[in-house]
């Protein structure tokens, strides 16, 4: 484990010398027998119910020679040998370190996509703390939502300047404090309003066409479907919605909760191929810094088919995770920034979920935001200077 004291290390792995060995040694060594993991045999890693991992020899001698119960060294808890299962996490970090070994540091700083920052856009007084980036997927334009005195900035896909809109005030129409903001496929530009509990849609041209304030405790993350039905995640009640709406017309057909008992969910994802929903949920911190995030992935049906939290992340990566956006790129693949380690990484296709590649490692200051063209170019919104990057592979 990193020491305490160690801040969090950037991805690019400008690590001290000892810290690195003491994450290699937390990673890639058995705590009982200070032996090596190893995919095969008597070294691979194996999850005790309690959460701690053990090589597949220790577990064994633990459990004695009937291999019916034993106790975990560390916190005492009893289970049973047939209660144990691999440690998928670390057999994946084995295998991309390859029978060589190597580092963990050259391991994970490895990016097995080769992405290069082709424009940036904003910065201080055209952006002004930014909280939500849309792309629209006809036009290229990019929509973004910041705390500027027009609430709403439309880029066009050369980064000129298009439009703004959505003033600041008490009007119906007005945007008090826009949290996130995605686009339809019909070309309307949809927004939570933190400020007053709303959703609030507007056309292009920047006119108000629908406003939704009833039903919210506090909606915050959202993202557009194929049919322009919003998925949208409520911090505060902890659930799930999906709105329905006829924006050319200005009214609402249906707002159904899809998912309850979420912790504070608040950036969301929708595939535009498979239907599957990707929500990041704000855990509640212990202390005065131990806030952590965790990833659902759900089927289109609301199946839970995957998750993973900043702890079960920590076990492949020797640093702090915390995620604040996430979007599906063309393939299917989980993508999500990190503002610990100003990174962002992908996690994998759902049915894989969770891999571990960065993309970007260096280069951003506080990503808060992110979404994919049709091109399938990376867009993230850098809230610690302003601005939007967009990526290209190179």
Excluded at 102 to 107: D, E, K, L, R, Y
Aim: with cysteine; charged share 20%.
């Amino acid at each position: 484990r990193l020491p305490a004291s160690a801040p969090p290390s950037r991805l690019s792995f400008t690590m001290a010398a000892a810290e690195g060995e003491e994450a290699e040694l937390s990673l890639l060594e058995c705590r009982v027998c200070f032996e090596r993991y190893d995919p095969n045999g008597q070294r691979r890693p194996r999850n005790l119910p309690c959460g701690h991992v053990l090589c597949r020899g220790c577990v064994e001698a633990l459990s004695g020679a009937e291999r019916r119960r034993l106790e975990c060294p560390f916190c005492r808890r009893a289970c049973g040998f047939a209660e144990t299962s691999d440690c998928l996490p670390l057999l994946q970090l084995l295998e991309e370190l390859g029978p060589a070994g190597g580092s963990v540091p050259s391991a994970l700083g490895r990016s097995g996509s080769s992405l290069g920052l082709r424009l940036s856009l904003g910065g201080w007084g055209s952006l002004v703390n930014p909280t939500g980036v849309a792309a629209c997927r006809r036009s290229g334009r990019l929509v973004v939502a910041h705390d500027g005195k027009k609430r709403i900035h439309v880029f066009g896909p050369s980064g000129s300047c298009l439009q703004r809109f959505g003033e600041r005030g008490d009007a119906g129409n007005d945007i008090k404090y826009p949290l996130d903001v995605t686009v339809t496929s019909d070309g309307h530009v949809v927004v939570t309003d933190g400020g007053d509990r709303s959703v609030k849609a507007f056309d292009f041209e920047g006119r108000g066409v629908l406003a939704v304030r009833e039903g919210f405790s506090l909606p915050w993350g959202l993202d557009a479907t194929p049919e322009s039905e919003i998925i949208l995640t409520d911090s505060e009640a902890g659930a799930l919605y999906r709105l329905a709406a006829d924006f050319k017309k200005g009214k609402l057909k249906k707002c159904q909760m899809i998912r309850s008992q979420l912790i504070s969910p608040r950036g969301v994802a929708v595939s535009q191929n498979s239907g599957a929903i990707v929500v990041i949920e704000h855990l509640k911190a212990q202390g005065p810094n131990d806030g952590s995030t965790r990833v659902k992935i759900f089927s289109a049906e609301m199946d839970l088919i995957g998750q993973m939290d900043s702890f079960g992340l920590n076990l492949i990566f020797p640093s702090k995770i915390y995620t604040t956006a996430v979007a599906f790129d063309k393939e299917g693949h989980v993508i999500v920034t990190d503002v610990c380690n100003q990174a962002v990484i992908c996690l994998g296709k759902p049915e894989e979920f969770p891999i571990f590649n960065p993309l970007i490692s260096h280069g951003l200051s506080y990503p808060v935001g992110l979404t994919y063209m049709a091109n399938n170019s990376l867009i993230v919104l850098d809230s610690g200077d302003h601005s939007i990057k967009i990526y290209n592979s190179t």
